[in-house]
Structures are given as C-alpha cells and as structure tokens.
C-alpha cells in the first residue's frame, strides 16, 4: 500500500503478528479493546486512549524530525 510506503511509523491496534509488514518501517502495535459492542462510555474511553496515544507519538516524531510530525499529524490534532 502507498500510505505504508510513505508513513514514518505505522501504527496497528491489537492484531499483533496478523498484522503487515512493513520492512524498514517503524511499527506499534498498540493493544486496545475492541469498541464493537461496547457502551458509549467504554468506547469514549478507549477513543480517549488513541488519541493520548497519537499525541504522545506526534510529540515524539516532532523531536526527531519537525517535517515527520508534519506529514504524520492525523488532521485535528495539534501539539502543544
């Protein structure tokens, strides 16, 4: 996939080794619990969990590299 190729990082939600790989690219696999359902309240909170999650990344790429956070930055999230 072209978004693969191009991606600093990529980032998986709990598939583990099923996931792609993607050689010579960065990869997180970050476990969450699987919203499908789930009360409005559980999947707030799991949605809160992805997005500390990508703001502590784009806090992280921004410090390596500011045109990686640039291009890595999910719209509508903003550094602070």
């Known amino acids: 996939d072209s978004h693969l190729e191009e991606a600093d990082v990529v980032v998986t939600m709990g598939c583990g080794d099923e996931c792609p790989v993607v050689p010579g690219k960065r990869r997180e696999d970050w476990e969450l619990e699987d919203p499908a359902g789930k009360d409005l309240e559980t999947v707030r909170r799991i949605r809160d969990e ?3 999650r990508v703001r502590l990344l784009v806090g992280e790429l921004s410090q390596e590299s500011p045109a990686a956070a640039a291009v890595s930055r999910p719209s509508g999230v ?3």
């Open 50 to 52: 992805i997005e500390t």
């Open 78 to 80: 903003e550094t602070s």
